[in-house]
């Protein structure tokens, strides 16, 4: 069986709406790779189900329809988009109970409901919507992740840029809870790693710009958050500096997340952030520069660089060791080149995901004995993939 490799898609930077893609087997990022028939304003969404590997996102300026497509390890399939379905911003994915769900933000500046679905694996298509009007509505595109049985989203209410957060249990949406000792200007990331569902988010835009990245660990036996932590570089820092680092860890928009096992007991979680201005790779933390006024609304999320300067496109990289603990914290973040040496940029928030196209089926047999005495023991097996349908099949007595 093939290693994962970790797959990196984004939209290209503010001259180029396309979205492109990149792979790291863990000697390197590939050259990047453009797909020209398919376009975002903000960027796709990734997630692992079955054999595949499933990308959503909404189309360009003035386009709000969520177009979807796959990835099998060797191409990408022709995009497309699903009547009625779709956002005012990026769509995104979870695997929960054996199925594929998707949730967006409605399509509207002034209807700012939550919606979700779940994929149709007969029919090759999305299913169709249910509103998750519960949930009194987002601002911003939400955070979805499956967690000891249930599936937790995360978002920015209407007007405010605390975060709110509830659980679906395959029935209803619990009551929506607002973290009030926490903000975000796009909302944050899930990631599951360490046995810990974890929210990782950038700060607010509030009297200045809060670039730092934030995270917290769900108690899923009280329902509680932990207090929120500023991700900052380990110390003491590494010597010496990695070329093309910065000294503390940040990002204009909210940051792609993954977890990405390489080899066996070796678990990373991998960060890829965009836009810090600068570099420091000469020591110190510098607080992130202020001045980014952009406010919370509007239909695109890139914000005006500092002073009036042009944004930073830049893609940026860090990466957390994780062994038994869901602390987050990262090492140094770094520039990230494709094989050409071409430094990726990106206009929006960028997405991750660990995919193994190779590995096939694991198969574990289980003997068990049928209804009936005289059907005597019989063999089953379960395919299994990362975020499987799970289907179990008779093979006979």
Not at 69 to 93: E, M
Not at 101 to 114: E, Q
């Amino acid at each position: 069986m093939s290693a994962p490799r970790l797959i990196l898609a984004w939209r290209g930077d503010e001259e180029n709406a396309n979205i492109h893609w990149a792979d790291n087997d863990g000697s390197g990022w590939s050259l990047d790779r453009a797909l020209g028939d398919r376009a975002s304003l903000l960027g796709p969404s990734l997630c692992v189900y079955g054999d595949r590997l499933f990308m959503a996102w909404r189309g360009i300026s003035g386009d709000h329809l969520i177009y979807w497509s796959t990835f099998d390890g060797t191409g990408w399939t022709p995009q497309r988009s699903h009547p009625g379905i779709a956002s005012y911003r990026r769509p995104v994915l979870a695997a929960f109970d054996g199925a594929l769900v998707m949730a967006w933000r409605s399509a509207s500046d002034t209807d700012d409901f939550l919606w979700f679905c779940s994929f149709d694996v007969g029919a090759n298509d999305w299913g169709p919507p249910q509103s998750a009007a519960a949930l009194l509505g987002s601002r911003t595109s939400p955070a979805l992740a499956a967690f000891r049985g249930r599936l937790y989203m995360a978002w920015c209410p209407p007007g405010s840029v605390n975060i709110a957060w509830a659980s679906y249990d395959g029935h209803a949406w619990s009551a929506r809870a607002i973290l009030g000792d926490r903000a975000s200007h796009d909302g944050p990331a899930f990631v599951v790693a360490a046995g810990a569902l974890t929210m990782i988010w950038r700060g607010a835009i509030l009297d200045t710009s809060d670039k730092h990245l934030y995270w917290s660990v769900l108690d899923p036996a009280s329902g509680t958050w932990s207090p929120q932590q500023q991700i900052d570089p380990p110390q003491p820092r590494p010597e010496p500096v990695p070329p093309d680092s910065a000294a503390w860890i940040a990002s204009r928009v909210r940051p792609g997340v993954a977890v990405w096992r390489r080899k066996r007991f070796e678990t990373d979680l991998v960060y890829a952030c965009v836009g810090l201005h600068y570099l420091s790779p000469g020591g110190g933390t510098p607080d992130p520069p202020a001045g980014d006024p952009t406010g919370t609304g509007g239909d695109t999320e890139n914000d005006p660089g500092q002073d009036g300067e042009p944004p930073d496109l830049r893609m940026f990289s860090a990466t957390a060791g994780q062994g038994r603990t869901p602390d987050p914290v990262p090492d140094w973040m770094t520039l990230v080149h494709d094989a050409g040496g071409s430094e990726l940029r990106s206009g929006a928030e960028p997405a991750l995901a660990a995919f193994a196209p190779a590995h096939g089926s694991l198969r574990t047999f289980l003997d068990v004995r049928g209804a009936d005495p005289s059907d005597g023991l019989r063999a089953f097996t379960r395919d299994y993939w990362p975020g499987a349908p799970g289907a179990r099949r008779l093979l006979g007595a």
